[in-house]
């Protein structure tokens, strides 16, 4: 859902953008994946339609999230994270 104000401040728009990649990355980090994807995905509906290059790279970062999120484990980390938690 695109809001008003990133339409009305242009200038504004690519330091919002970059904060909310950046915002979106700690909590990943900090293993709050709901709350990442869920500024990824206003990252997209925001600048999903914007031509600005730095925008879209925003738009691209994002999207490369949310599909990293989204795929499975590769096996051998789950058996390591089993082992771990068992030692």
Same mark, same amino acid.
Request: charged share 30%; proline share 8%; aromatic share 6%.
């Given at each position: 859902? #695109?809001?008003?104000?990133?339409?009305? #401040?242009? /200038? =504004?728009?690519?330091? =919002? *953008?970059?904060?909310?990649?950046? $915002?979106? +990355?700690?909590?990943? *980090? =900090?293993?709050?994946?709901?709350?990442?994807?869920? +500024?990824?995905?206003?990252? +997209? #509906?925001?600048?999903?339609? &914007? !031509?600005? /290059?730095?925008?879209?790279?925003? &738009? %691209?970062? #994002?999207?490369?999230?949310? $599909?990293?999120?989204?795929? !499975?484990?590769?096996?051998?980390?789950?058996? +390591? =994270?089993?082992?771990?938690?068992? %030692?």
């Amino acid at each position: 859902m #695109a809001q008003d104000g990133d339409r009305a #401040a242009p /200038p =504004l728009r690519e330091p =919002l *953008a970059m904060a909310l990649v950046n $915002k979106g +990355v700690r909590l990943g *980090a =900090l293993e709050r994946f709901e709350g990442a994807l869920g +500024v990824y995905d206003d990252i +997209v #509906a925001r600048y999903d339609d &914007v !031509p600005e /290059p730095a925008l879209r790279e925003a &738009v %691209a970062r #994002a999207s490369r999230r949310v $599909k990293r999120y989204h795929q !499975p484990m590769p096996r051998h980390y789950i058996n +390591v =994270l089993v082992h771990i938690s068992r %030692a």
